[in-house]
């Protein structure tokens, strides 16, 4: 059974920051794709970053520069640096695995909530 839960959300001022993390069992870490996805309230969730079993990286416009997506294999746990964050990165944000099947597995979210 594949699980996934995030940590590190919580409040902060404009122009801080916070790490995420995402630990997963239930899967071979190292083989898949992970994400992390957000979504704010009346809005569609969105793709902020995700990073390839072979460590290739993607990263929505609105974040490039200030977000960083890592992975530890050995830990089984997938990071999202966050700086320099602006309230309108306020959301819920997910962890997301994609497995070689094509099959999404997703977290509880987190919330991040960034003040003015």
């Known amino acids: 059974q594949v699980q996934l839960v995030e940590s590190g959300g919580g409040l902060v001022q404009a122009g801080g920051s916070l790490r995420l993390s995402c630990a997963a069992s239930?899967?071979?870490?190292?083989?898949?794709?992970f994400g992390w996805y957000r979504q704010a309230p009346g809005k569609q969730r969105e793709l902020v970053a995700a990073?390839?079993?072979?460590?290739?990286?993607n990263y929505a416009d609105s974040i490039k520069g200030r977000f960083t997506i890592s992975r530890d294999n050995a830990k089984n746990t997938m990071y999202l640096q966050m700086n320099s964050l602006k309230p309108e990165d306020t959301a819920v944000y997910y962890c997301?695995?994609?497995?070689?099947?094509?099959?999404?597995?997703w977290g509880q979210g987190t919330q991040v909530t960034v003040s003015s």
């Open positions: 990073i390839s079993s072979g460590d290739n990286t």
């Open positions: 997301n695995v994609r497995t070689v099947l094509l099959i999404d597995y």
């Open positions: 239930g899967i071979t870490f190292r083989f898949n794709r």
